[in-house]
T-cell receptor, first 114, second 115 residues
Framework: AQTVTQSQPEMSVQEAETVTLSCTYD???????LFWYKQPPSRQMILVIR??????QNATENRFSVNFQKAAKSFSLKISDSQLGDAAMYFC???????????FGGGTRLMVKP | DTGVSQNPRHKITKRGQNVTFRCDPI?????LYWYRQTLGQGPEFLTY????????KSRLLSDRFSAERPKGSFSTLEIQRTEQGDSAMYLC?????????????FGPGTRLTVL
């Protein structure tokens, strides 16, 4: 079974600074997708960024980028120029190519200090 | 608003009662998912529908839980004889028919509290 681990329960960053959230996963599949979802307090979960495992190039979406290390099964999220609105729970998630369910990590609570 | 909607947003019930939640997916999405999220944890998959067919169920979905999607549109999740351990946020998500990396769009969730 696939597992996703987020080893940082909480992280803190100063506004305008950069922060990196860690995620590791375990799978025997070679083709899969990885996601970072953001869940603000009392609001619904939204997709931040996705990565296809067959792509070597790291995904980037504006201030958000990933460092995908397939051999190490590592998928970290870098948030540049942090903003107060980035404060939220961040979940790393895995889905294999043929499957439908997302497997989530335990989450990292990001606090942004003004 | 054309996002995923869930009703009710909050439900408080007494142990042993039955509860039913509703999810309305994004209209053109034929895939629908239910997840359960306990406090401080990531969501856990419960079940998945493609149109009206329930194609996958987690072993977390005990026989007290039943989900339906009768016409391939909205879905209901019923919990019979609720237990305190059922207290959680129940999330619904939908996605379009194309597989691959299409994201799942999540609703706001129904928070269940069992007293």
């Amino acid at each position: 079974a696939q597992t996703v681990t987020q080893s940082q329960p909480e992280m803190s960053v100063q506004e305008a600074e950069t922060v990196t959230l860690s995620c590791t996963y375990d799978t025997s599949e070679s083709d899969y997708y990885l996601f970072w979802y953001k869940q603000p307090p009392s609001r619904q979960m939204i997709l931040v960024i996705r990565q296809e495992a067959y792509k070597q190039q790291n995904a980037t979406e504006n201030r958000f980028s990933v460092n995908f290390q397939k051999a190490a099964k590592s998928f970290s999220l870098k948030i540049s120029d942090s903003q107060l609105g980035d404060a939220a729970m961040y979940f790393c998630a895995y889905r294999n190519n043929a499957g439908n369910m997302l497997t989530f990590g335990g989450g990292t609570r990001l606090m942004v200090k003004p | 608003d054309t996002g995923v909607s869930q009703n009710p947003r909050h439900k408080i019930t007494k142990r042993g009662q039955n509860v039913t939640f509703r999810c309305d997916p994004i209209s053109e999405h034929n895939r629908l998912y239910w997840y359960r999220q306990t406090l401080g944890q990531g969501p856990e998959f419960l079940t998945y529908f493609q149109n009206e067919a329930q194609l996958e169920k987690s072993r977390l979905l005990s026989d007290r839980f039943s989900a339906e999607r009768p016409k391939g549109s909205f879905s209901t999740l019923e919990i019979q004889r609720t237990e305190q351990g059922d207290s959680a946020m129940y999330l619904c998500a939908s996605s379009p028919s194309k597989l691959g990396g299409n994201e799942q769009f999540f609703g706001p969730g129904t928070r269940l509290t069992v007293l």
